[in-house]
């Protein structure tokens, strides 16, 4: 297994560099597509090529990390959610699209792009973008499309050995899908073949401006290109001046690597499938652009707690924003930094945020105290810098879980607030010190913690319950309240709701012992307090919650005001 992956991509990225283009920067690539939300899964696009690109400017190589938007691609459907009547766009390019009802941009691919690089910047994440409606519109690839058209014999035979291949193998399920895991809205459109002979470019009607067109001919010598359109427009162009079209998804993508120079760029799992655009654009950009193929590898999915994959598709599925919203920056980076591209993983929106939070914090005091292993280093540090900067983190951290259970107990008074947190550092002079992890915790609470899930401390003690408990149980509350005077902090609670059933079993309150007995005893405390206070069997740390509660009001809910 490799101990550091971004280090080894990096040393073979600069090599292959040096080799195709001695002294000049090194291109790494990314392709997304707005279509609709950028989720976590295309994030995986973003930060292979990121974190390789950034080791390799570390390196003091420059480099140029490349985000092609897709946004002249065919807009595909219509959302779920959004008027019906914008069905009459379909087929046109993202950037002609109008914005969602209600958006503050002036089209749909805009509206979409504006929250990735929001996440992006606050992620770090230095790039170059290029919008391919501005590169078709300009004219910067006139020379590359003459080039595709005068070799269409050419590319469709390639295109004919995958097809062949592609229709023996194993298909992907669900092809949106397959669309959003190759960085691609484009992914899964056609390869141009058609009724009329193959044409590996695809005009958008002047009239309708959708892409519902068929190109019936094409003269090499004059350029004189002829289509039809299903809205009943046909037209004769001239292809040397014609802007407005693009080539199809599988021409399109090698020519960018050669017109780019694209050095390394990763790519969806399924391009291990026979036929997937990587593996023709492989041959295509060989045989017809004369340049190499991007090197990089196939990166594996990104879950989300309990779901297996992710879709664009099916709507729904958190954004880089939405992850933002409730972990720090580094975290988030760290989770895309410590695995290799292969390998897959899940970001957290559910109580396992608690535990990733955890193993960050570790990870963070094992640096620190220089005990951390050298890939967990590294890791560490892709994760809190880049190569320009460090990223900005909590000056004072607490653990997340805590933050989270004070939150959520307070309800967001911040006197309440600050007051429980300086049991657990007294040092804290305001809560500007625990932010932003702070608000990524509450935010966390209000958003994805389920109402059932919620701290609802008791307004009035559980008389039927009190009246019913047995000696052994009286007592134990006997214990407590005699206890909450002089243990009244974080440390002092831990030992006394431990101890409890310990000086019952006729211990030490600070004993050792830990036998089957003693914990089965401890549970069963535990679960007392929690229906006496919060009317359930579970709830936050009991240290926490008492501290959040009050001494007071924990006299009267367990009877002993």
Not at 45 to 59: N, Q, S
Not at 94 to 118: C, D, Q, R, Y
Not at 157 to 170: C, F, G, P, S, V
Not at 253 to 261: K, Q, S, T
Request: hydrophobic share 35%.
């Amino acid at each position: 297994m490799d101990a550091d992956w971004v280090a080894r991509f990096a040393d073979e990225v600069i090599a292959e560099a040096e080799r195709r283009a001695p002294g000049k920067p090194v291109v790494c690539a990314s392709g997304l597509s707005p279509s609709g939300p950028i989720h976590l899964g295309n994030l995986r696009e973003v930060m292979t090529p990121h974190l390789v690109a950034d080791e390799i400017r570390r390196r003091g190589h420059e480099c140029v990390h490349i985000i092609s938007w897709d946004d002249f691609d065919r807009f595909r459907k219509v959302p779920v959610g959004v008027d019906p009547s914008w069905n009459e766009h379909i087929g046109k390019p993202l950037t002609s699209v109008p914005a969602p009802p209600g958006s503050e941009h002036p089209n749909w691919a805009e509206h979409f792009k504006a929250p990735m690089i929001a996440a992006l910047a606050e992620l770090g994440v230095e790039f170059h973008g290029i919008s391919q409606t501005q590169m078709y519109g300009s004219g910067a690839y006139r020379e590359q499309v003459l080039l595709a058209m005068r070799e269409r014999r050419r590319i469709d035979a390639i295109l004919d050995q995958y097809r062949t291949k592609k229709a023996k193998a194993k298909e992907v399920a669900d092809a949106d899908e397959a669309a959003a895991l190759e960085g691609s809205g484009a992914a899964n459109e056609d390869d141009g073949s058609g009724a009329g002979g193959y044409y590996p470019y695809k005009p958008y009607c002047s009239v309708c401006d959708r892409d519902l067109t068929t190109v019936t001919s094409y003269d090499d010598e004059t350029t004189e290109m002829s289509y039809t359109c299903v809205c009943g427009h046909s037209e004769t162009v001239l292809l040397s001046e014609h802007t407005r079209g693009k080539l199809v998804w599988k021409v399109d993508w090698p020519m960018r690597w050669a017109y780019e120079g694209v050095v390394f760029e990763p790519s969806g799992v399924d391009h291990s499938s026979p036929g997937s655009s990587f593996v023709v654009g492989g041959q295509i950009v060989r045989e017809v652009f004369g340049a190499p193929q991007p090197i990089g590898p196939m990166y594996a999915f990104v879950g989300i707690s309990g779901m297996a994959k992710m879709s664009s598709s099916k709507g729904g599925v958190p954004t880089p924003a939405d992850a933002l919203s409730i972990m720090e920056p580094a975290l988030l980076r760290w989770l895309y930094a410590r695995r290799r591209p292969n390998q897959s993983f899940k970001v957290s929106f559910d109580q396992e945020i608690q535990r990733m939070y955890d193993e960050w914090d570790t990870l963070t005091r094992k640096v620190q105290d220089g005990t951390a292993l050298p890939a967990d280093q590294s890791a560490y540090r892709r994760a809190s810098s880049t190569a320009s900067r460090v990223l900005p983190e909590t000056p004072r951290r607490l653990p997340y879980r805590t933050l989270a259970s004070v939150v959520d107990i307070a309800t967001g008074h911040e006197e309440q607030t600050l007051r429980i947190l300086r049991a657990f550092d007294p040092e804290i002079g305001g809560l500007d010190e625990l932010r932003p992890r702070l608000d990524r915790a509450q935010h966390w609470v209000n958003t994805y913690v389920p109402a059932e899930e919620r701290t609802q401390v008791r307004e009035t003690p559980d008389k039927e319950l009190l009246d019913t408990l047995g000696e052994q149980d009286r007592e134990s509350l006997r214990l407590l309240a005699e206890g909450l005077g002089e243990q009244w902090s974080l440390d002092g609670l831990t030992t006394l709701v431990y101890g409890v059933p310990k000086v019952q079993a006729g211990l030490d309150m600070d004993a050792k012992a830990a036998t089957p007995e003693l914990k089965a005893a401890q549970r069963a405390f535990f679960a007392l307090l929690y229906r006496l206070l919060v009317g359930s069997d579970t709830g936050p740390r009991l240290p926490t919650l008492l501290l959040a509660v009050g001494r007071d009001r924990v006299r009267e809910l367990i009877g002993h005001a």
